[in-house]
């Protein structure tokens, strides 16, 4: 079996670690110089990962929106923008989302066996639908990513449902995380992350591998794993050298 791609946990959250409002409106967590960060990072990765509501909920294109970035991917032999991975315990993906209508991205949607046919017959050619069993884990669809779609670098964006079970499961190499300036305070609105044992904890805490201010936002990068420790001491060992 391959190895599981590298995963890089990517969200924006207020002080009091919300997603999002309650109110059906988008709720805009970030500023355009932060979006345009995460704009590059996409570009970087082989693959581009949110769950089944925030498609539902968000609308998302999950497209590289930068035409230069854009380009540079062509230049290397590989598409405009990022496979497009979703996955959905229920089925209820609409054909009509931008998901699968926007971008010439390849889209996987991974889903339990016995939802697989009912998906493949209503979305027919807009994506590859991929049964993984009885429930679909987080450790199986990387392990298809990895050895069956050529996925070497994973960027997860979301929802609160979807970043629990990554990290729950101690699958993240890198959280991405940044804090808008302002509170939330709806008992409603979703949380970045929702109860769950996770594996750090005050005797293992993570790395805070660094800090940036961006405009009126913070961005806190952790490092979650070997893998990523061993990508940052190779990035200094190469800065030193220039």
């Known amino acids: 079996m391959n190895e599981r791609p590298y995963v890089t946990l990517s969200c924006a959250m207020s002080i009091d670690g919300y997603l999002d409002s309650a109110e059906p409106q988008r709720l805009a967590m970030s500023n355009a110089a932060d979006l345009d960060r995460v704009d590059e990072v996409r570009a970087r990765s082989d693959a581009i990962m949110v769950g089944a ?3 539902r909920r968000d609308d998302p294109r999950l497209l590289v929106r930068d035409t230069v970035r854009r380009a540079r991917r062509l230049s290397y032999g590989r598409p405009e923008s990022p496979i497009k991975v979703t996955v959905t315990a229920s089925g209820e993906l609409s054909p009509e989302a931008a998901f699968f209508t926007t971008g010439e991205a390849s889209r996987l949607v991974y889903s339990p066996s016995a939802a697989a046919p009912a998906l493949r017959a209503r979305l027919g050619d807009l994506a590859t639908v991929v049964g993984l069993g009885e429930c679909v884990t987080m450790a199986a669809l990387l392990d298809d990513l990895g050895a069956h779609r050529g996925v070497r670098r994973l960027m997860v ?16 190499d890198e959280l991405q995380l940044v804090v808008a300036p302002f509170f939330v305070g709806e008992a409603g609105a979703p949380r970045v992350v929702g109860p769950g044992c996770f594996p750090w904890t005050a005797s293992r805490r993570a790395r805070l591998a ?11 990068r952790y490092s979650l794993s070997e893998r990523c420790d061993a990508l940052d001491r190779h990035r200094a060992a190469l800065a030193a050298t220039l």
């Open 53 to 55: 509501s925030t498609v």
């Open 157 to 172: 964006e979301g929802g609160g449902r979807v970043l629990t079970q990554f990290l729950e499961a101690d699958l993240v």
């Open 210 to 220: 660094d800090t940036r201010q961006i405009g009126d936002v913070v961005l806190l």
